[in-house]
């Protein structure tokens, strides 16, 4: 019997989707072209922070059914597009996940589907990308013959309060008669739907929202570097800020941005501007400060260990968190990674700890692991705290025998410094 709905791509999005829907009733099955995925969640097994193995097993007895046949997608009332959208080498918007997922849609599309992306991109890619690949493929119509709609996620991977249900979720469709067969399906469980004017204004809602938090991390990470040359205590003041009750979001520094969504979706921004002639000099200036923040973390560590151990030189650093967001095991784009290189080309001898992290590689090579935190720091020449998950108690960094970075403003002791 073929699936009432049917999720492409069961990752940090595709799940949790499929999970919201499982939940309410629908006979849902999921399409991965990763078969360690597929198996895995055969198998019970989730890959997903915020998605355990006892909601995959829930999901398993409901009906639900992972595969990468895309053979599923026959009959499919509704199929949402979750796939990833990178980066090439280059920098540049890579959309062949979402080619290739709309290429296998459009040999199985039939009148009356609903098909929906989910993925993150530039304004234009479901009525400019999608569509043509949708109608080629099928000989069909959107908006006459099937309906089509965009809907950006947004999940927040290990936030205990916010989920897809409660989320506000932005709706949209190529057309009047689109958008409310997508708000039909969405309804069903999600509380609250807000709906865009077209698939345009939904895609640049999405990249206003993490673009938003992009360029005002920067500005908090500048903050942080002026105040570093004139002696100011940075978390005073973000502190004292933060006091204000209205016209003042606050935001934190740190080492750097990583994740899929904040180090990438500017990026789409800025190309899809730059290929219509405009420039976007904000993302510029951004961009500029966050790219040399694990740097300027990189030097300040050299400095501590020239005046702790003489030189950098065979002198040892501990890297606490190696993940890009505290408390999940996602190590997408962490800025960790730019850390260990710059340490590791200095001849500083590096390993980390990380209770989400069995294994990190930098530059190809694993970086040696540590799993005695307290030992970890007696060893080590300097500790760098990345990451504020919560095991790193503000007690046991301050009392740590070793040197201290801290890009979090975390810890407090005489042998702490702060970012």
């Avoid at 690949?133 to 936030?159: C, T, V």
Wanted: hydrophobic residues 45%.
């Amino acid at each position: 019997m073929a699936a009432e709905l049917v999720v492409m791509g069961l990752g940090h999005v595709g799940l949790p989707l499929s999970r919201a829907a499982v939940s309410a009733g629908l006979a849902t099955a999921g399409y991965d072209v990763s078969r360690p995925v597929v198996d895995g969640l055969t198998g019970g097994r989730s890959h997903v922070g915020g998605v355990g193995d006892t909601d995959v097993a829930a999901m398993l007895r409901a009906g639900f059914h992972a595969t990468d046949d895309p053979a599923v997608l026959e009959g499919a009332q509704t199929v949402v597009i979750c796939v990833p959208t990178g980066l090439t080498g280059a920098g540049l918007p890579d959309l062949s996940a979402v080619e290739d997922a709309a290429t296998a849609v459009a040999a199985r599309l039939h009148p009356g589907m609903l098909v929906v992306l989910e993925s993150t991109s530039y304004p234009g890619t479901t009525e400019d990308v999608v569509r043509p690949l949708l109608e080629r493929g099928s000989g069909l119509r959107a908006g006459e013959d099937f309906h089509l709609a965009y809907s950006p996620q947004r999940i927040d991977p290990g936030n205990p309060t916010w989920d897809v249900r409660n989320t506000p979720k932005i709706v949209s469709g190529r057309t009047a008669l689109c958008a409310k067969h997508a708000v039909a399906f969405y309804s069903r469980f999600v509380d609250q739907l807000v709906v865009a004017r077209g698939t345009r204004e939904a895609e640049m809602a999405k990249l206003l929202e993490n673009t938003y938090r992009y360029v005002n991390i920067a500005l908090v990470d500048e903050v942080a570097l002026f105040c570093h040359e004139t002696g100011i205590d940075i978390w005073d003041v973000l502190h004292c800020a933060a006091s204000k009750p209205f016209g003042f979001a606050p935001f934190s520094p740190g080492p750097g941005v990583g994740g899929h969504c904040i180090p990438v979706d500017p990026r789409y921004l800025a190309a899809r501007a730059e290929s219509q002639g405009f420039a976007f000099r904000t993302l510029a200036a951004a961009q500029d400060v966050l790219s040399r923040m694990p740097d300027h973390v990189v030097e300040r560590a050299l400095t501590i260990l020239t005046g702790t151990a003489g030189r950098p030189e065979g002198a040892t650093a501990l890297l606490l968190g190696v993940t890009y967001k505290p408390d999940v095991a996602d190590i997408r784009e962490t800025p960790a990674r730019q850390v260990a290189a710059g340490l590791l080309a200095a001849g500083v001898e590096v390993s980390y700890h990380d209770p989400y992290v069995p294994e990190f590689t930098v530059g190809g090579a694993p970086l040696p692991r540590t799993e005695n935190l307290r030992d970890a720091l007696d060893r080590a020449d300097v500790a760098i705290l990345l990451q504020d998950h919560a095991c790193y108690a503000r007690e046991t960094l301050g009392q740590a025998r070793c040197a201290l970075l801290d890009t979090r403003g975390k810890a407090v002791g005489s042998r702490v410094t702060l970012l």
